[in-house]
Structures are given as structure tokens and as C-alpha cells.
């Protein structure tokens, strides 16, 4: 998808930035958290356009999808608990970076509404 290509262009020059700027104030695990928050969110979305790509048109595609997504989230929530237990991140760094990600996310879904008149 082409919104998906935009989103991953325009996440490294957020997330990036957003890192750098970190390491200016508490430079341990912030910086890090930044990133794994940004590129867990990133992630999270591409299994989301698998799940919902696979499953046009099938029977059951509800529970299917509800599995996926019950399966993705309990990754997500493993990774971030070793993470977390390793002390090599913070949960505020993890949160700036699904944040970043998913206002770019928002910005880019509405600028791709609007452009394919899909608002009106």
C-alpha cells in the first residue's frame, strides 16, 4: 500500500529526531525507548494490514481477526516486559513513540481520506 510506504518514510524522520532530542535530557534509556515504542507501533500496524489483507472475503474473518489481533497484542505486551525487566527501556520513551507513530498514523489516514474524497 502507498499509505504504508509514506508512513515508514515519515516515522524515521520523527522518531529520529524524537531520539536525538531525548538523549539531550536523559540520554541511558530514553533515546531507545523512543525507537522500540515507534517500531513495536510500526510493527503492530503491518500485521494489522496482513491480518486484514488476508482475510477479504472469508468466513469468519471476525474471529480470525480478533485472534490475530488478540496474538499481536500479546507480543507486543511480551516484548515490552523483557524489555522492561532487562531495564534497557522506560514505558514514557515506549509511550512518546507509539504516540509519534500513531498521530503520523492519524495524519496521514485523514490527508488520504480528504485527497480521495472519501470525507464528503
Known amino acids: 500500500m502507498k499509505i504504508m510506504k509514506k508512513i515508514y518514510k515519515q516515522s524515521v524522520f520523527i522518531l529520529a529526531p524524537a531520539a536525538l532530542i531525548s538523549a539531550l535530557f536523559e540520554w541511558q534509556k530514553t533515546p531507545l525507548s523512543i525507537l522500540t515504542g515507534g517500531v513495536l507501533c510500526l510493527a503492530n500496524l503491518k500485521g494489522l494490514v496482513w491480518g486484514v489483507e488476508g482475510l477479504m472475503g472469508t468466513q469468519g474473518a471476525t474471529s480470525k481477526l480478533l485472534f490475530l489481533s488478540f496474538t499481536r497484542f500479546l507480543i507486543i505486551v511480551a516484548i515490552l516486559l523483557i524489555l522492561v525487566w532487562l ?11 507509539f504516540t509519534l507513530v500513531f498521530i503520523l498514523l492519524l495524519k496521514e489516514g485523514v490527508r488520504t481520506a480528504r485527497d480521495e474524497g472519501l470525507g464528503q
Open 87 to 97: 531495564r534497557l527501556i522506560n514505558m514514557v520513551g515506549v509511550l512518546i513513540g
